[in-house]
């Protein structure tokens, strides 16, 4: 995909998101309170029903989904309130992160979210200053690798994908939000297994990151992504191509 900011690519290489498997299902329980707020029935929702496969994906056990959905609607007795909020941060080099966050203290996430970007050369930006810079896409990973992957790739564009990357060891498949759903089930149909389907930002132009500054950049993005109210981290940071020959 032009211009994609393989940040994703490090990430896999590097095993930098959800190393914890605690901390995927904290992620996931928050994603499927959030959902379920506008309708508990999955088969109606279609927000919760694309948290509840992921929740599926990453071999969440059913008694977490229920309670997590149970959660929304006051039943388990905890009515804690979750706020969403998008912040807007410049990296070293005036790289453009996106943090989408998930919080029931405003104030202290606030804090540590600057905290991570002050001491990693990073600054938080304008409500509007970079969030031009990314569109929402829906986004489909599949494990492949060589003719494989360049298979899987072109059946994807049949099934209605709008354009993808292929990386050393996956596909991304790009595609409209509300065309994610019938391109799984696509794929599942032609014996391809999706590892992760959600609805993300991608960036719409990159920025080169200098090679003496793509460490540092790595290292603030790996503190935002650990920060524990962070559901995602989106950049536009393009990396040198020698960083992932060493990943």
Same mark, same amino acid.
């Given at each position: 995909m032009?211009?994609?900011?393989?940040?994703?690519?490090i990430k896999? /290489? !590097?095993?930098v998101?959800?190393?914890?498997?605690s901390?995927?299902f904290?992620?996931?329980?928050?994603?499927?309170?959030?959902a379920?707020?506008? =309708?508990? +029935?999955?088969?109606? $929702? %279609?927000r919760?029903?694309?948290?509840?496969? !992921?929740a599926?994906?990453?071999?969440?056990?059913? +008694? $977490?989904?229920?309670?997590?959905?149970?959660?929304?609607? =006051?039943g388990?007795?905890? &009515?804690?309130?979750?706020?969403?909020?998008?912040?807007e941060?410049?990296?070293? =080099?005036?790289?453009?992160i996106?943090?989408?966050?998930?919080t029931?203290n405003r104030?202290r996430t606030a804090?540590?979210?600057?905290?991570a970007?002050n !001491?990693?050369?990073?600054? @938080?930006?304008?409500a509007?200053?970079?969030s031009? @810079?990314?569109? *929402? $896409?829906g986004?489909?990973?599949?494990?492949?690798? =060589?003719?494989?992957?360049? #298979?899987i790739?072109?059946?994807?564009i049949?099934?209605?994908?709008?354009?993808? @990357?292929? +990386?050393?060891d996956a596909?991304e498949?790009?595609?409209?939000p509300g065309a994610?759903e019938?391109?799984?089930s696509? @794929?599942?149909?032609?014996?391809v /297994?999706?590892?992760n389907?959600?609805? *993300?930002?991608? %960036? &719409? &132009?990159?920025? /080169?990151v200098?090679?003496?500054? #793509? +460490?540092q950049?790595i290292?603030l993005?790996?503190?935002?992504?650990d920060?524990?109210d962070?559901?995602r981290?989106?950049t $536009?940071?393009?990396?040198?191509q020698?960083?992932? /020959?060493?990943?």
């Amino acid at each position: 995909m032009s211009g994609h900011s393989k940040w994703s690519t490090i990430k896999r /290489a !590097k095993g930098v998101v959800d190393a914890k498997r605690s901390k995927i299902f904290t992620r996931l329980t928050r994603e499927i309170t959030l959902a379920a707020r506008t =309708g508990v +029935d999955p088969e109606k $929702n %279609p927000r919760l029903r694309l948290a509840v496969q !992921k929740a599926r994906d990453n071999n969440m056990p059913r +008694d $977490n989904i229920d309670r997590a959905i149970k959660k929304a609607s =006051g039943g388990d007795g905890n &009515t804690a309130s979750l706020d969403e909020i998008t912040y807007e941060a410049y990296g070293p =080099g005036g790289v453009a992160i996106l943090l989408e966050v998930v919080t029931e203290n405003r104030k202290r996430t606030a804090a540590d979210v600057k905290a991570a970007l002050n !001491k990693s050369g990073g600054s @938080m930006g304008e409500a509007g200053s970079v969030s031009w @810079m990314f569109r *929402t $896409n829906g986004v489909l990973t599949v494990a492949a690798v =060589g003719d494989e992957a360049d #298979a899987i790739a072109l059946s994807a564009i049949d099934a209605g994908a709008e354009d993808f @990357m292929v +990386d050393d060891d996956a596909v991304e498949i790009y595609c409209s939000p509300g065309a994610i759903e019938d391109i799984r089930s696509i @794929m599942e149909s032609e014996g391809v /297994a999706v590892t992760n389907a959600e609805i *993300t930002q991608v %960036p &719409t &132009t990159t920025v /080169a990151v200098d090679s003496g500054l #793509a +460490d540092q950049t790595i290292k603030l993005l790996e503190k935002l992504e650990d920060l524990d109210d962070v559901q995602r981290v989106s950049t $536009n940071a393009e990396f040198p191509q020698d960083l992932f /020959a060493d990943s």
